[in-house]
């Protein structure tokens, strides 16, 4: 620093207005005062979410359309299912009717033929 | 240890109004920029706990917020040349007659330097900062403070040669 640079850094500034202080810091407390109350914390998994609101919003949305159209569509098996034990009850009242009637059939057309014993059986075949 | 409100205004308040005073030129816009960078220290004490510096800090600040007045008043009001003639009290009057005209011709030589190179000088010979030191609180390269710095300087001494004539 120079002499000419010496000579102008020596010239005092002006001194702030004591005045001043009391305003101005009246008015900065205010700010503390009027300064809006901290937002409460938020819970964890609020936390978690909050960076992408928006994200996850839509996919929570995304999830209940989808939840929505698979329960309005009808399934294929949706009408058998809705009355299956019914049927099903019927199903079996009609199969052993079928089978009794099919058994009471053949007992009367053809008695059953009596196995015969091996030996004899041998002897009918060098007979023949 | 945090310092109170109060302590950070008598500690730096002096350095922050000198150099709003400089910047703007203008009492009324220096009470306003000083209030409301105590304001703003008092919503955000956490802008501060960051700082390495606090005086630093403090002129940062003061000179964003004076940069934004000084640009809103030259597009409202288009008063370059009105403002430099103006020359307010900068400095503290004296009593004797030679010194009270070298202040005010220094006053009004810095007036008419660019914002940017008073800043510089500002900094450099009221606040004993270094180069580096400007840099950081003006946001700009040490070698574009360096110049402004001599820039400024130049012009100074041309415009007061005849007043500090004996002095090169």
């Known amino acids: 620093m120079n002499e000419f640079e010496k000579r102008i850094a020596e010239t005092p500034p002006r001194r702030v207005p004591a005045a001043w202080r009391q305003d101005i810091l009246a008015a900065a407390r205010s700010e503390i005062a009027t300064e809006p109350a901290p937002r409460p914390a938020r819970p964890g998994w609020l936390e978690w979410l909050w960076p992408r609101p928006v994200a996850w919003g839509a996919l929570a949305a995304a999830w209940v359309v989808i939840f929505a159209l698979h329960a309005a569509t009808p399934s294929p098996s949706g009408s058998q299912t809705a009355s299956a034990p019914g049927n099903t009850l019927s199903l079996i009242v009609k199969r052993q009717q079928e089978l009794t009637s099919l058994l009471a059939t053949a007992n009367e057309t053809t008695p059953p033929k009596a196995v015969s014993p091996r030996s004899e059986r041998r002897r009918d075949i060098n007979a023949a | ?168």
Not at chain 2, 20 to 30: H, M, P, S
Not at chain 2, 49 to 61: E, N, Q, S
Not at chain 2, 140 to 153: D, E, K, V
């Open chain 2, 1 to 168: 240890m945090r310092e109170s409100l109060e302590e950070l205004y008598d500690g730096h308040a002096q350095a922050l109004f000198a150099f709003l005073l400089n910047l703007t030129r203008n009492e009324a816009d220096t009470r306003d920029l000083l209030q409301e960078v105590f304001c703003k220290i008092a919503r955000r004490r956490d802008l501060l706990d960051d700082a390495r510096d606090t005086r630093a800090f403090l002129l940062r600040t003061a000179h964003n917020l004076a940069l934004d007045l000084i640009r809103r008043r030259a597009a409202r009001e288009r008063k370059h040349d009105a403002l430099a003639g103006e020359s307010p009290a900068v400095f503290e009057p004296a009593d004797d007659l030679d010194e009270r005209r070298c202040r005010e011709a220094l006053a009004a030589a810095l007036a008419e330097l660019p914002e940017e190179q008073r800043a510089v000088i500002h900094l450099k010979l009221w606040e004993g900062l270094t180069f580096e030191a400007i840099a950081e609180t003006l946001g700009i390269p040490p070698n574009t403070a360096a110049s402004r710095y001599r820039y400024g300087i130049d012009k100074l001494r041309e415009r007061l040669r005849p007043i500090y004539g004996e002095l090169r």
